[in-house]
């Protein structure tokens, strides 16, 4: 780690059952500041909740107001201006982005936070973490597991963007995903290629089939056929297995780059609408379709690359922007989640309330480092970076 950070460690025998007692837990949630985030960490159906585990809750005035949730929503929520103040009383800070450098300093040492935070991304945050001796569980290091799915953000978050890219492309295609027939005769059904069948890629490949489209999957995992066979798409075999670890795909050899891209061009200039989601958290984005695949595809055709904050999967992407090569459009949005806001608060509000109820009992945090779900989220404790075991395979 950057500036002298110790290395990491693995979690010691000292550290199971920390308590940190008293009356209740004090949880503090921010108001997200970043460009492009809507969501809050906090949602007036999971207070209710909080405060029945045992939570006195604060929250920054205002923080639902990019979803319309009004502070006076929020019942048996203490509203406040003052964000330094406001977390340098919590036990818990609640956040969906990482937070600034000056609400870690004004945290309590020894205290806890919860959000995203993408380490590798944020060198300095992550010293600063350490320096004040935060405990951190980041939400991108829940393992992928069964018993941590209630509490998988990247997973909740995916879903909802993978719904959204159909929606998103099917505005921009000048024609409609389902067959139609009318008076004049028939029209579609448009052909949709996911590539990438994640979370975000499955859930795409559903809403195309519900909407009527020709559906087509591509994943270089093979396992994941059952999948796209299971939703309605066919699909898109390469000869290529580049299973990764933790539930990622690996990076394909320049050979294997070659072998997939002469199998997949005739299926991306075939389609009228393509969207990519193949993403490592923490990493740049794979290109899936190059630039003379591009150049190749029907007038009129549209890709949405749900990557573009890696990247993006296309060469052509450019991150944050809808551009036009020839006659194509390619559509790269930010923070799709985001973009749903309501429904993506909710889900992410729920998963670290089910995160908190591993650690929260009769008004105490009590952390076990022997639960793989904390010991596996956990990124900082007691100045120290966390090196956890690795994750059981998901059943």
Not at 148 to 155: T, W, Y
Not at 234 to 249: E, H, L, N, S
């Amino acid at each position: 780690m950057a500036n002298g950070a110790a290395p990491p460690l693995a979690i010691p025998l000292e550290w199971q059952g920390l308590e940190r007692s008293s009356v209740y837990v004090n949880i503090a949630v921010l108001k997200e500041t970043r460009a492009h985030e809507r969501r809050v960490a906090l949602t007036p159906s999971v207070a209710a909740k909080l405060i029945k585990l045992g939570g006195r809750l604060h929250m920054e005035s205002g923080a639902g107001a990019a979803i319309k949730l009004a502070d006076a929503v929020f019942e048996g929520v203490v509203c406040l201006e003052d964000r330094q103040a406001l977390v340098g009383a919590a036990d818990v800070v609640l956040a969906v982005q990482p937070p600034a450098l000056d609400v870690v300093e004004a945290m309590q040492e020894g205290a806890i936070l919860i959000s995203f935070i993408y380490a590798q991304n944020e060198p300095a945050l992550v010293q600063r973490l350490l320096e004040r001796k935060i405990t951190c569980f980041a939400m991108e290091r829940v393992p992928r597991i069964s018993r941590a799915q209630a509490m998988d953000a990247l997973s909740s978050q995916s879903a909802l963007a993978g719904y959204y890219a159909v929606q998103l492309g099917s505005t921009h295609l000048a024609r409609i995903l389902p067959k139609m027939t009318t008076a004049a005769g028939a029209i579609g059904p448009a052909k949709v290629l996911v590539m990438g069948l994640g979370v975000a890629g499955l859930e795409a490949m559903a809403t195309a089939h519900r909407l009527g489209a020709v559906v087509e999957g591509y994943d270089v995992r093979p396992e994941t056929e059952a999948q796209a066979l299971s939703l309605g798409a066919t699909f898109v075999k390469t000869g290529v297995d580049a299973r990764g670890k933790g539930g990622y795909a690996r990076e394909l050899t320049a050979e294997e780059q070659t072998k997939v891209a002469a199998v997949l061009t005739a299926h991306i200039q075939a389609a009228d609408l393509i969207i990519t989601t193949a993403a490592i958290p923490g990493r740049a984005s794979p290109k899936l379709i190059s630039q003379a695949q591009v150049a190749g595809m029907k007038s009129g055709s549209v890709i949405v690359d749900l990557s573009a904050e890696g990247g993006g999967n296309c060469e052509d992407t450019q991150p944050g922007k809808t551009i036009e090569v020839g006659p194509v459009t390619i559509v790269a949005p930010l923070n799709v989640p985001s973009l749903l806001g309501e429904d993506a608060s909710e889900l992410y509000a729920k998963n670290q309330f089910n995160l908190l109820a591993l650690m929260m009992k009769d008004n105490v945090i009590t952390i076990d480092w022997t639960d793989e779900v904390l010991a596996q989220t956990a990124l900082t404790h007691a100045g120290k970076l966390v090196a956890p075991k690795p994750a059981a395979k998901a059943a």
